[in-house]
């Protein structure tokens, strides 16, 4: 059988070691389908996996790689026929399942849809799980009835993945919106996704009090820790914030006023196990009235490759990227 290279990652005596290493071909069991991949990504938990920093992987070795776009190349399950342009993103690849950074992903076909019309393998992944994530946090937004009129929505880790596709998204639906960020250098960035003003991080003032002065309409929030604290207590009444990520801190230590005093709500956002119809809905979004204008020029740090993405995975956790990577892998399908 012929072989494949992939991010594969292990544990031993020393810690968690990802390398790139070259994989023998398996048979596929049924339900599974084999996607040639085009296109990854890389996101915060894929850097966690990578460098070693989160327990991400339920078992080792590992394949790593959260999200995939390709083509199918042999399929056991009815639903996906050779050729298929096909996305993964979530879904237990890269923890439970094998990963998307291989140049071959054996995936249960439960974890695919179809490429969306109106986005191509390339702009499928400059979006990947941080664009999914941000659509998901503002359809639950809106959902629970926000509305601009209601005051500027926050985005925090603004010019992260997921913070940069919320931007977006949120301007794209008539939202103003303010990026909190620890990159004040990165102000005409953040202002061309949609930023209306660029906060620095340190230079806020998080208050102590159960409620502080209400000012933001909503909030999305890819931090935790203090920063998810201090929105607690200074978003308005009836506003959301989304509960997405920990990029401080995974404690959240705030009272319940905001919420029974000012009808505040927090959103949780969990993007690996989505009902498909919901999956289905916000790619279809994401495809067609919700697609940022200019994806890949705005978005999209650098395309690397397999071999760059040890070093990509550091700039995350050191928090020092910018928008997203898109991994090539395959040749352009
Ligand atoms: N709930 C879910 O299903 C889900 C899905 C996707 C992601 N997430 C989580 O959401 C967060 C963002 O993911 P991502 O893929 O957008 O990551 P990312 O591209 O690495 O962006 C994270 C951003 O957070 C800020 N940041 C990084 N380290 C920080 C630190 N120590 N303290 C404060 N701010 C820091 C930086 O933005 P600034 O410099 O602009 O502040 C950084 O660009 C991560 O925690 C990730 O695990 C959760």
Known sequence: MSSFNAIRVHQGPAG?????????????????????????????????????????????????????????????????????????????????????????????????LALPAGLSLFEAMALGTAGFTAALALRRMLENHQDPAQGPIVVTGATGGVGSVALMLLAGAGFETAALTGKPEAAAYLRDLGAASVLERSALDLGTKPLEKAVWGGAVDNLGGEVLAYLTRTVKPWGNIACIGLAQSAQLHTSVMPLILRGVSLLGIHSVQVPRPWREALWGLLAGPWKPPHLESRLVRSVISLEQVAEAAHELIAGRARGRYVVRIGAEL
């Open 16 to 112: 968690v070691r990802a390398t790139l290493e070259p994989l023998v071909r398996q048979p596929l069991t049924a339900g599974e389908v084999c996607v040639r991949v085009a296109y990854s990504g890389l996101n915060y938990k894929d850097a966690l996996a990578i460098t070693g920093r989160g327990a991400i992987m339920r078992s080792y070795p590992r394949v790593a790689g959260i999200d995939l776009a390709g083509v199918v190349e042999a399929s056991e399950d009815r639903a996906f026929a050779p050729g298929a342009r096909v996305i993964a993103t979530g879904a237990g690849l890269g923890e439970w399942l094998d990963g998307g950074l291989a140049e071959y992903a054996h995936v249960p076909a439960d974890a695919l």
